[in-house]
């Protein structure tokens, strides 16, 4: 299975996971024509993705759903309460909407969502499984929870946000709410809340570990990695390959056979 995040940060995320025989597209942050170009980068037609899956229906998730999933004719799955809240011009042709719990099959791969804690109308995380392993996905969440946790055990890839640092969101520019937004359990997880959430999901199949969601203000790529880097070096379970997702190109593409 091959992961890599197209897009990451407060201006747009978009990640690919692709197995031998399917491709699966999670959120469409970017412009359509900007997803097209980063797609490109990595060999992968949009025409040829198998379908996309919407974390939530905030703007830097969803800013290219509509002309994309149009353009190329492409499922969307979309949980049911964020389809009702979807804008019109973000809007898919072919939508279908998913409660959490469940596995949702396209091709080789199993796609299930599960409920995070953020400031959406509903937001959700995603495990995907295929032959060669898992994948887990939380990358907007105010905190971890048991379930997080639990849906993202055992996996040979993750996808965690690392916002932000805490001390640089104190002492930012920011204004005193969204402070408070950020940080709070309905906002986005700090460096030190990921680096916790890392550390208990370690196992000896732990291949590969992407930060994302990374603040450009409130954060620093080397703080994250600094941060994972320390909870990893206190344990002998694995020692996974680091890749900081980027606002600006794709990450390099990791591969779990
Ligand atoms: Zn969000
Ligand atoms: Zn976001």
Redesign the pocket.
């Known amino acids: 299975m091959n992961t890599c995040l197209l897009a990451s940060g407060?201006k747009g995320?978009s990640l690919l996971v692709c197995s031998g025989r399917t491709r699966l597209l999670i959120d469409a942050?970017l412009s359509a024509r900007e997803l097209c170009r980063r797609l490109a980068l990595v060999q992968v037609a949009p025409e040829t993705l198998d379908a996309v899956f919407v974390t939530h229906e905030?703007i830097?998730?969803v800013r290219g759903l509509g002309v994309l999933s149009r353009r190329h004719n492409l499922p969307v799955y979309l949980h049911h309460d964020a389809a009702a809240v979807l804008a019109d011009n973000q809007r898919p042709g072919r939508v279908i909407e998913f409660e959490t719990g469940s596995g949702i099959y396209v091709g080789d791969l199993m796609v299930k969502a599960f409920p995070v804690t953020h400031d959406a109308q509903a937001t959700v995380g995603f495990s995907i499984t295929g032959t060669s392993g898992k994948v887990g996905i939380a990358?907007?969440l105010g905190m971890s929870t048991r379930l997080v946790a639990e849906e993202l055990c055992r996996c040979q890839t993750l996808v965690l946000e690392s916002n932000h640092d805490e001390a640089m969101l104190r002492d930012g520019p920011y204004p005193w709410p969204l402070k408070q937004r950020i940080k709070g359990n309905h906002g986005h997880l700090s460096n030190r809340d990921s680096a916790e959430l890392l550390e208990t999901l370690c196992w000896e199949g732990l291949e590969t570990v992407f930060l994302a969601?990374l603040s450009e203000t409130n954060n620093h790529p080397g703080l994250a990695r600094t941060t994972a880097e320390q909870v990893l070096s206190r344990q002998s379970r694995c020692r996974p390959r680091l890749l900081i997702g980027r606002q600006d190109q794709p990450t390099s593409v990791s591969v779990a056979n």
């Open positions: 407060s995320n942050g905030h830097d998730h990358t907007d969601h």
